[in-house]
Nanobody, 117 residues
Framework: QVQLVESGGGLVQPGGSLRLSCAAS????????MGWYRQAPGKQRELVAS???????NYTDSVKGRFTISRDNAKNTVYLQMNSLKFEDTAVYYC???????????WGQGTQVTVSS
């Protein structure tokens, strides 16, 4: 079992920045990749950024150049640095763990990010 706990959401003005954190615990050796998803009201959950065990990263087009996913292996923590935030980035952000051969099957509780003036 893997447990994920997110933190770092909040209210920010357009153009501002936030950093989300996701701490993993439990059977972390089974994790192949970590990802940040988001879900806005009335929309489907979408993958925003991911990082695999080898360190490669991937981003959805709408956040490229603004968001950065990174990890601290010593702390078993993944981060999402979000800069130049826009209104359309408002959503609940979820951290997910991708287990090899299984896919994303473990989620954190979610953290609200609201971009508003």
């Amino acid at each position: 079992q893997v447990q994920l706990v997110e933190s770092g959401g909040g209210l920010v003005q357009p153009g501002g920045s936030l950093r989300l954190s996701c701490a993993a615990s439990g059977y972390i050796f089974s994790i192949y990749a970590m990802g940040w998803y988001r879900q806005a009201p009335g929309k489907q959950r979408e993958l925003v950024a991911s990082i695999i065990s080898g360190g490669s990263t991937n981003y959805t087009d709408s956040v490229k150049g603004r968001f950065t996913i990174s990890r601290d292996n010593a702390k078993n923590t993944v981060y999402l640095q979000m800069n130049s935030l826009k209104f359309e980035d408002t959503a609940v952000y979820y951290c997910g763990a991708n287990r090899l051969g299984v896919g994303y099957d473990t989620w954190g509780q979610g953290t609200q990010v609201t971009v508003s003036s």
